[in-house]
C-alpha cells in the first residue's frame, strides 16, 4: 500500500461518521496476503438502473487492486463469463484466499477506498461521459460517480477530481472522444487500450473496467466501420498510435461496428484483442501467480507420433470456441463427451492463474487448443504478410508453454458464416505450417469454411458444421446426416463448432441421434486418424 | 340511435369484392403467356414452417415475362442477406442455368458451397391444373471431400384465395430432419 494514503486517511477521518452509522466497520486493510473481500453484483446494467451502482464498485475494484488482490466481484448467474462463483470458491479451497463479503457500496468505499485520490462524476443523460470517466478514474485512481452517489463518495472522503455533468451535451461521440484524446492519451498506457463496447443504448456491461483501468488504458468504443469515416479516421489514429503487439481488451460496440471490422482493423496494426468488455475481475486475477510448481498439462489421447488406422465411418469432434470460461464450461454435462476447448493464451501474460484454474478443473474428456489466429485473438489476412510469422511464432511460445498440440485459426475479414469467405490463401497456410512445425494439425473457421491442406503427417482442416443454438435439434441431426451423405469417401472427418451458448447435455443428446455410423472422438484423435488416411480434398482461398 | 345495418352492408359488399379479385387473380394461371397466380412478393410464415436458422427471413418474389418466370430468394439476417435467382420456363425442358456463388444457401451452417462460376440443370413444369409449379435442380455443391451431386425438387402451390403460397422441398441428400415444408403470404 502507498503510505502517503494512510496520511491522508487520518486528515479525512472526520468524514466517517457518514459511514459508521450505517453498520460498517471502520476502515481497515487486509491483514494478510491472502486475505480480500467480495461482493456480489446484480444483474441489472441498465443506465437508469444499477448501472451506476455497478460502475462505481467495478473502478473501486480497478483503484482497490492496484497493489494486490483485494476485491473480487461476483457477477450474476447469467453474466457471460459465468465462473466467478466457482473461481472464488476455487480460490477458497485450493488457493488459501479468506474472504469477507462486502453488503453495500457504502461499506465498499470505506474498506477499500485506500488507493483512491478522488472521484470523477458521469453525466447519466451522456452514456459517453461513463466510457471517458473510466479513462480518468484509472489515470487519476479514482471511482466513478453518478451525480447521485456524490454524497456518498464525499462520505468516504474523497474529493472530486473531474466533473463530466453537462459537459459534453450536445456532443458527438467523435468529438466527446477528441476531448479525451486531448485531454488524457498522452498518460495513458499506450500498450492498452480499452473497448467498452458489447451492449449499447440504455446499458453498459463494464466487467473490464477495472483492469483497464488498472492498465491506465485509454476507454473508447470508437467505430472501425469505414462507413463511419470520422470516428473510423480517429480510431485509425490511436490503433496507429499504439505499438505493434499491443492490446486491446474489452470489445467493439454492436451498435457501432462488426467484429470483423474491428478485429480486421486491430490486425492490421498487428494489434492484440483479448475480449469481451464483460471480462470479470482481471484486476484481481492478475496478482494471483500460478501455484508453485504447476505445470500445464493438457488431456491428450493419443501421443504425437502414434498411428490411428480409421475404420470406414464418420468420425465426428466437438469444439467449443469464444474462449475459456464463456459458456458451457460449467454447465451441466462437461466430461460425459470429448470436448475442445479454445484457450485463452493471453492470460498466461495477463492472468495466468486463470489457465491453473480452467486446467485443474478440467476431465480426461476436456481437451485444449491453442487460439485464436495469433497470440491472442487476430485475422491472419489483414495482418501485414511480412508480420505474421513473427505473430505466429509468439502464439507458438504460448501454446507450448500451455502444451497445446492443435491450434486454431479464425478469419472473418472477408465474410462471416452467412456469407462471404473465411479461407485462406496458400500462403497464410504456409506460415501457419512453418511457424508451427510440431503441431498435430490445425482447425479453420467459426462457421464452415473450405481450407484444408495436409503436410508430414499433420492435417488442415476447417470446421464442416456450425451447431447454431437456435436450430432444432431434429435438424441439426439432418444437416449431419447430410453431410455425411454429400462426403460419401469413409473415413469421413467431421469438425464441428458448438456455439457456446449450447450446453454439452444438448449437444450429447444430437450426436446420440446420429446412428451408429457416426462415432464420437477427440480431436486430437481424429487428427491423428485424418494423418494415417486424408479424405479431404486439398484447397486455399484463391482470389 | 343511429343504426348500423347500412355501414354493416357497406363492410359485407367490400369483402365481397375484395374475395373476388383474389379469385380472379387465382384462376389467371397457368397458361403461358398468362399472368401466373404465383407473381408477387411473398414473405415466409416462419411459425408455420421448418427452420431456416441462422436466417430470420425469407422471402420470393416472384415474376412472369411472357413464358418465363423468374423466382428470386432473399435470406436475410440483421444486416446480411443471400439472394438467389432462376428463371424457368414450365415446359418441363430441362436447361443450364446460373447459380449464385458462395455459401449453399440451402443451409449456409453445413460445410458445402457452390462454386463461382457454377451451373446447374433446371427443370420447370405446372402440375394439378396448373396449381402446382414444380421446379427441379440439380447441382453441385463443393464439400470438405470434392464435389457432390445434388437434385432439389421444390413445389409451389398457390392456395385458392391466391393469398398464401406453400413450398414442399425434397433434397436428394436429405434423410433426416424436419419435412422441408415452408408457408409464405403474399405481400403484393
Known amino acids: 500500500m502507498k503510505p502517503i494514503h494512510r496520511l491522508r486517511q487520518l486528515f479525512t477521518g472526520a468524514v466517517f461518521f457518514l459511514i459508521l452509522p450505517s453498520g460498517c466497520e471502520a476502515p481497515d486493510q487486509p491483514a494478510e496476503t491472502h486475505m480480500a473481500y467480495k461482493m456480489k453484483l446484480s444483474g441489472d446494467w441498465r443506465i437508469d438502473g444499477d448501472l451506476p451502482t455497478q460502475a462505481l464498485l467495478i473502478s473501486l475494484q480497478g483503484v482497490a487492486n492496484e497493489d494486490g488482490p483485494q476485491l473480487y466481484l461476483v457477477y450474476p448467474e447469467d453474466w457471460p463469463y459465468n465462473y466467478t462463483p466457482h473461481l472464488l470458491e476455487y480460490l477458497d479451497k485450493e488457493r488459501n484466499f479468506t474472504f469477507k463479503e462486502i453488503q453495500s457500496p457504502v461499506e465498499a468505499l470505506a474498506k477499500l477506498k485506500w488507493n483512491a485520490k478522488g472521484y470523477v462524476v458521469w453525466d447519466r443523460s451522456e452514456r459517453t461521459s461513463l466510457i471517458v470517466a473510466f479513462t480518468a478514474a484509472g489515470l487519476e485512481d479514482a471511482v466513478v460517480v453518478s451525480e447521485e452517489q456524490i454524497p456518498l463518495a464525499e462520505g468516504a472522503g474523497l474529493k472530486m477530481i473531474e466533473d463530466f455533468r453537462g459537459k459534453f451535451t450536445g456532443m458527438s461521440d467523435l468529438e466527446i472522444y477528441q476531448w479525451a484524446y486531448d485531454r488524457y492519451w498522452h498518460r495513458c498506457d499506450q500498450g492498452f487500450l480499452t473497448y467498452m463496447g458489447g451492449v449499447g ?71 492484440r484483442q483479448e475480449g469481451l468488455n464483460t ?37 465426428i469432434t466437438c469444439i467449443q470456441t469464444d474462449g475459456l470460461g464463456i459458456g458451457a464450461y460449467h454447465k451441466p454435462g462437461r466430461g460425459q463427451v470429448p470436448y475442445a476447448w479454445e484457450v485463452t493464451m493471453i492470460w498466461l501474460e495477463t492472468a495466468p492463474v486463470m489457465l491453473e484454474y480452467f486446467y485443474k478443473i478440467s476431465t480426461p474428456n476436456d481437451y485444449f487448443i491453442g487460439s485464436l489466429g495469433g497470440p491472442t485473438y487476430m485475422y491472419p489476412k489483414p495482418t501485414p504478410r511480412e508480420a505474421l510469422p513473427k505473430m505466429i511464432s509468439i502464439a507458438d511460445s504460448l501454446r507450448r508453454r500451455l502444451d497445446l498440440r492443435v491450434f486454431e485459426i479464425m478469419d472473418y475479414s472477408e465474410g462471416n458464416r452467412y456469407m462471404g469467405n473465411i479461407d485462406l490463401p ?67 472427418y467431421l469438425v464441428m463448432h458448438v456455439r457456446e451458448s449450447s ?40 482470389q | 340511435m343511429k343504426s348500423k345495418r347500412p355501414r354493416l352492408l357497406e363492410a359485407a359488399l367490400a369483402g365481397a369484392v375484395v374475395l373476388l379479385l383474389l ?66 420456363i414450365p415446359d418441363d425442358q430441362e436447361r443450364e442455368a446460373p447459380i449464385t456463388p458462395g455459401k449453399w444457401m440451402e443451409q449456409v451452417h453445413m460445410g458445402a458451397r457452390v462454386e ?64 422441408l415444408v415452408y408457408d409464405f403470404s403474399r405481400v403484393e
Not at chain 1, 483492469?211 to 488504458?217: A, E, I, L, P, V
Not at chain 1, 492435417?459 to 456450425?466: E, G, I, R
Not at chain 2, 402446382?132 to 464435389?147: C, F, H, I, K, N
Request: a negative charge.
Open chain 1, 279 to 315: 471480462y470479470p475481475n482481471m484486476s484481481f486475477m492478475t496478482h494471483v501467480p500460478l501455484e508453485e510448481g504447476f505445470v500445464f498439462r493438457n488431456n491428450h489421447n493419443v501421443d504425437p507420433d502414434s498411428v490411428l488406422v480409421p475404420e470406414p465411418k464418420v468420425y
Open chain 2, 116 to 179: 463461382a462460376g457454377s451451373t446447374r440443370l433446371v427443370r420447370a413444369r405446372w402440375e394439378e391444373g396448373g396449381k402446382v409449379l414444380y421446379l427441379q435442380s440439380r447441382e453441385t455443391v463443393q464439400t470438405s471431400q470434392g464435389d457432390a451431386p445434388v437434385i432439389i425438387e421444390r413445389r409451389f402451390h398457390i392456395s385458392e384465395d391466391g393469398t398464401t403460397m406453400a413450398l414442399t422441398e425434397a433434397r436428394s441428400t436429405r434423410t433426416a430432419g424436419s419435412p
Open chain 2, 23 to 88: 379469385a380472379f387473380h387465382a384462376v389467371r394461371i397457368s397458361a403461358q403467356g398468362e399472368e401466373s397466380a404465383l407473381s408477387g412478393l411473398w414473405k415466409l410464415e416462419g411459425e408455420r414452417s421448418t427452420d431456416i436458422d441462422p436466417w430470420r427471413e425469407c422471402t420470393y418474389d416472384i415474376r412472369q415475362e411472357e413464358s418465363q418466370l423468374t423466382l428470386v430468394k432473399t435470406l436475410r439476417a440483421s444486416r446480411y442477406y443471400q439472394r438467389d435467382s432462376i428463371s424457368v
Open chain 1, 503 to 542: 450446453d454439452i447435455q444438448r449437444v450429447k443428446g444430437i450426436l446420440d441421434g446420429l446412428g451408429p455410423e457416426f462415432e464420437v472422438v477427440p480431436l486430437d484423435v481424429l487428427l491423428r486418424m485424418a494423418a494415417h488416411t486424408p479424405t479431404s480434398a486439398t484447397r486455399y482461398l484463391t
Open chain 1, 201 to 271: 443504448g440504455d446499458q453498459m456491461m463494464p466487467g473490464i473496467a477495472d483492469y483497464g483501468m488498472y492498465r491506465n488504458s485509454f476507454f473508447t468504443d470508437l467505430s472501425a466501420d469505414p462507413e463511419d469515416t470520422l470516428e473510423f479516421a480517429m480510431t485509425n489514429r490511436i490503433l496507429s498510435e499504439m505499438n505493434p503487439l499491443s492490446l486491446v481488451l474489452g470489445w467493439h460496440s454492436y451498435v457501432k461496428d462488426t467484429e470483423a471490422q474491428h478485429i480486421s482493423l486491430l490486425s492490421s496494426y498487428q494489434i
Open chain 1, 426 to 492: 496458400k500462403e497464410v497456410v504456409d506460415a501457419y505450417y512453418e511457424g508451427m512445425p510440431d503441431v498435430l494439425g490445425f482447425i479453420n473457421g467459426y462457421g464452415p469454411a473450405y481450407t484444408f491442406d495436409m503436410r508430414d503427417g499433420r492435417p488442415f482442416l476447417s470446421y464442416d458444421y456450425y451447431l447454431s443454438p437456435d436450430r432444432p435439434d431434429a435438424d441439426a441431426i439432418g444437416d449431419l446426416k447430410e453431410l455425411a451423405t454429400l462426403n460419401d469417401l469413409r473415413p469421413y
